[in-house]
T-cell receptor
């Protein structure tokens, strides 16, 4: 079983729509959850983090966490062509942890 | 805005040669990491470093790899005898102390090509 699993996509949405990206993780002890965005040929960039069950909103982004289901999601509202990138789900055991594990990423394509 | 700096951006080497990849983490960060990404694949954890010692390492980080913080600013990854399969983008990352220690800030990477 992969530690962090994501649908590789591509996920294609029209401009202005909501993009929904999902992730599951295997380690129940995980406490910190992150979404990174990676443009082609570039390094990952942190866009959202969440530690508690529920929703966390930041601008057009909402992260959702369900620890019982070991499930993390990212919603992007009013998707823009500039949101086209690979979105990486990442998981850390927390507590000042030293090892963050990444999923393989979901490619998002926003059509103008 | 503070950033993680990596040099060189590209490194070409012959199989069996030693390479050193260099990184300057964000100045007030205390946790340092190396990740790699083979073309088309996921970002893989190699090693984390804190308080001048390795904190965690992955199965990939075998005896051919070593890390060092030779001074107060640089953080290096050495591959002693490169293999073809070491060809990848290598990312250095750093993170802040206290509650936000898990948030990683990545450098722009060093593309390593082993011929």
């Amino acid at each position: 079983q992969k530690e962090v699993e994501q649908n590789s996509g591509p996920l294609s949405v029209p401009e202005g729509a909501i993009a929904s990206l999902n992730c599951t993780y295997s380690d129940r002890g995980s406490q910190s959850f992150f979404w990174y965005r990676q443009y082609s040929g570039k390094s990952p960039e942190l866009i959202m983090f969440i530690y508690s069950n529920g929703d966390k909103e930041d601008g057009r982004f909402t992260a959702q966490l369900n620890k019982a289901s070991q499930y993390v999601s990212l919603l992007i509202r009013d998707s823009q062509p500039s949101d086209s990138a690979t979105y990486l789900c990442a998981v850390n055991k927390g507590g000042g942890g030293f090892k963050t594990i990444f999923g393989a990423g979901t490619r998002l394509f926003v059509k103008a | 805005e503070p950033e993680v700096t990596q040099t060189p951006s590209h490194q070409v080497t012959q199989m069996g040669q030693e390479v050193i990849l260099r990184c300057v983490p964000i100045s007030n960060h205390l946790y340092f990491y190396w990740y790699r990404q083979i073309l088309g694949q996921k970002v893989e954890f190699l090693v984390s470093f804190y308080n001048n010692e390795i904190s965690e390492k992955s199965e990939i980080f075998d005896d051919q790899f070593s890390v060092e913080r030779p001074d107060g600013s640089n953080f290096t990854l050495k591959i002693r005898s490169t293999k073809l399969e070491d060809s990848a983008m290598y990312f250095c990352a750093s993170s802040d102390y206290r509650q936000e220690s898990e948030k990683l800030f990545f450098g722009s990477g060093t593309q390593l090509s082993v011929l």
